[in-house]
Structures are given as structure tokens and as C-alpha cells.
Nanobody, 131 residues
Framework: DVQLQAFGGGVVQAGGSLRLSCTAF????????VGWFRQAPGQEREGVSC????????YYTDSVTGRFTISADNAKRTVYLQMNSLKPDDTAVYYC????????????????????????WGQGTLVTVSS
């Protein structure tokens, strides 16, 4: 089975930092682009960031550019999301999954790569940013 598991969420004050981790099981990390998605209460899931270790590329949605950094450790099969300068609007359940990116007029849109089946999304990891 191939799957991704996200963890590392928590409660933090606005302006604080958190680092999320996403571990891959059943496949090498450089086989697929892996990204972070989030879903706030009452809202649709949105793409946050996407990394391809094979192509050595990483992308961010506009709302997190300059604040979040995605990275990967192939040996540990883990993708990280370092989140700095957190805002209450960043409060959401964060998930990791297969991703690709659409460049629309210079803005990157991180989307789910539905060609890759990692099974159900799972519980994700909750990030709560208090004001």
C-alpha cells in the first residue's frame, strides 16, 4: 500500500511557527510530487504547497508565499512544511497528498493529482492559530 501520513499540528499564537511532517509509506519520495493541502471549517480544501524532489521544484499558493517553506528528505521519505508568521486564517486541518501545479498568470495553484491513488485523505493534522 502507498500512503502518506501527516502530523505535527498544534495550537500556536499569531506570528508563531510550526513545522508539519508528511511521511511516505510504500514508495520512494522522488516518485511523485507531494504537497500540502488544507481545509478550514466550512471551506473547500485548498492547495498550499507542492514539491518534486525529482525535478527539484517547489511551489506555493500566493497566501503563504514568503511565510511557508516546503522541503523534503528523501532518505527519511518525509516532506516538511515550515510555517512561519502564522495567521488566524491559516487555521485548518492540513493534509498531504499527490500534487501538481498550474501557473496562471504568475500565480501558482496547487492541485490534487488524482492520477495517484493514496487512498482516503486520512485525519490530517490540525493547526490552530489564535489571535
Amino acid at each position: 500500500d502507498v500512503q502518506l501520513q501527516a502530523f505535527g499540528g498544534g495550537v500556536v499564537q499569531a506570528g508563531g511557527s510550526l513545522r508539519l511532517s508528511c511521511t511516505a509509506f510504500g514508495f520512494p519520495l522522488d516518485k511523485y510530487a507531494v504537497g500540502w493541502f488544507r481545509q478550514a471549517p466550512g471551506q473547500e480544501r485548498e492547495g498550499v504547497s507542492c514539491i518534486s524532489t525529482r525535478e527539484r521544484t517547489s511551489y506555493y499558493t500566493d497566501s503563504v508565499t514568503g511565510r511557508f517553506t516546503i522541503s523534503a528528505d528523501n532518505a527519511k521519505r518525509t516532506v516538511y512544511l515550515q510555517m512561519n508568521s502564522l495567521k488566524p486564517d491559516d487555521t485548518a486541518v492540513y493534509y498531504c497528498g499527490a500534487c501538481f501545479v498550474h501557473d496562471i498568470g504568475g500565480s501558482y495553484h496547487v492541485l490534487v493529482d488524482t492520477r495517484i491513488d493514496f487512498g482516503p485523505w486520512g485525519q490530517g493534522t490540525l493547526v490552530t492559530v489564535s489571535s
